[in-house]
């Protein structure tokens, strides 16, 4: 098996990877480890390998599921809420690992954005267990059967079918907002414009009454601990944002394959917004402001 063959692999793991832990530095490691594991065998021992883009799969696959269970742990400890790393459109891609003068990491080779990586979707995935999220992502995202499935969990095939069904009524009663890019685009544009002007009122008027904004700060930077519930709270809290930050810059930008919105101030990316929409209103703001997780936005 060739180099190129095996290396080849790589956009298809990144897009595994980061669709079960919802961090491109967590997905790009555990893509990195499988490499290492594969190049750490003999050649007589890969020439034995059937299938290496399958055999790389269940390696980052049981990679992932072991980072979930202590992602978990982790999170208990995390200060205020935490919200899965925001992705640029490849037009918006830039990579923080990358030397100066470096070209722009092209994300056609690592994560394919659509309907399965848009931030409400993750968020919904962080409610499974690490196993259901595994077998529902392998089986209902990237239609591995459920055999293949259970060779990585450590499940047997009916109970990884189990796993999929329960993780699918998560996803129904989390009844998670999803709107079309096309609409989305004008009401983001319309929400952009109510908050460069701090006019509340116009801020409300494109809330849903119960809408929720979860910030995501790390305790790095200031952010609600808690989330922010109601849409007049909500337009109040960001008017007052606007209003202790001067000069901030607003861009329009599509996060995780959806319209959203990109703060910057004095030329750095402070903080990185993704929205859902229900009913031509806004339902839910996500709004990622640990500098860890923006990374990829540094540059325009």
């Not at 980061?18 to 997905?27: H, N």
């Not at 202590?70 to 992705?87: H, M, N």
């Amino acid at each position: 098996m060739s180099t190129s063959t095996v290396t080849g692999e790589r956009r298809q793991l990144m897009n595994v990877a980061y669709r079960l832990l919802g961090s491109v530095a967590e997905a790009e490691d555990a893509v990195q480890e499988a490499y290492a594991r594969w190049y750490a065998m003999s050649p007589q021992r890969q020439a034995a390998v059937e299938a290496p883009g399958a055999w790389l799969t269940t390696v980052v696959g049981r990679i992932c599921l072991d980072l979930l269970g202590s992602a978990r742990v982790r999170r208990e400890r995390y200060v205020g809420e935490w919200i899965p790393e925001p992705l640029p459109d490849r037009t918006e891609w830039f990579s923080g690992r990358a030397e100066a003068g470096a070209e722009p990491v092209d994300p056609a080779e690592l994560v394919t954005l659509d309907e399965s990586v848009n931030m409400a979707f993750l968020v919904v995935l962080e409610s499974m267990t690490p196993a259901e999220r595994v077998a529902f992502i392998l089986h209902d995202v990237f239609r591995y059967p459920f055999g293949e499935v259970g060779a990585i969990v450590g499940r047997t095939p009916a109970a990884c079918r189990q796993l999929a069904s329960s993780a699918r009524r998560r996803v129904r009663d989390a009844q998670a907002p999803v709107g079309a890019a096309a609409g989305q685009a004008g009401l983001v544009r319309d929400f952009k414009q109510a908050w460069e002007a701090k006019d509340i009122e116009a801020l409300v008027g494109l809330l849903d009454p119960d809408a929720t904004m979860i910030a995501d700060g790390g305790g790095l930077v200031a952010a609600a601990l808690r989330p922010v519930e109601g849409g007049e709270r909500i337009a109040q809290f960001l008017a007052g944002f606007a209003g202790k930050t001067p000069g901030l810059v607003l861009l329009e930008r599509t996060v995780n394959g959806l319209p959203g919105l990109v703060a910057r101030h004095e030329g750095v990316t402070v903080s990185v917004a993704a929205f859902g929409l229900s009913g031509g209103r806004v339902t839910h703001i996500w709004a990622v402001r640990n500098p860890e997780k923006l990374r990829l936005w540094s540059g325009e």
